[in-house]
């Protein structure tokens, strides 16, 4: 089994900037295998960012405000949020695909889920 540990989550200002983090621990896959999400009250978790070969993607929401980036002797991913904004408000999730392979876009795809955190984005 993996355990996903985010933190890094916050209250910050409109354009602010925060660096999520997700240590990854137990059974140890790829960090290339990880992505995050996130998740408004009301409504569906979507995709936000994940790697597809180690390569990432990112949602036309976040694309050149949101990086995705790895540090596989740490079992770590990050995710840095710059130029936020109010909509960004959302818990975040990190996700593991494990050995499972598929859209890296969709919930369904990732086996390991960590327990999340919070950001707030007050203008």
């Known amino acids: 089994q993996v355990q996903l540990v985010e933190s890094g989550g916050g209250l910050v200002q409109a354009g602010g900037s925060l660096r999520l983090s997700c240590a990854a621990s137990?059974?140890?896959?790829?960090?290339?295998?990880m992505g995050w999400f996130r998740q408004a009250p009301g409504k569906e978790r979507e995709f936000v960012t994940a790697?597809?070969?180690?390569?990432?993607s990112y949602a036309d929401s976040v694309k050149g405000r949101f990086t995705i980036s790895r540090d596989n002797a740490k079992n770590t991913v990050y995710l840095q949020m710059n130029s936020l904004k109010p909509e960004d408000t959302a818990v975040y999730y990190c996700?593991?695909?494990?050995?499972?392979?598929?859209?890296?876009?969709?919930?369904?795809?990732?086996?390991?889920w960590g327990q999340g955190t919070q950001v707030t984005v007050f203008s």
């Open positions: 137990g059974r140890t896959f790829s960090t290339c295998a």
């Open positions: 790697m597809s070969r180690c390569i990432p």
């Open positions: 996700a593991s695909r494990g050995s499972q392979v598929g859209d890296i876009t969709t919930t369904a795809t990732y086996k390991y």
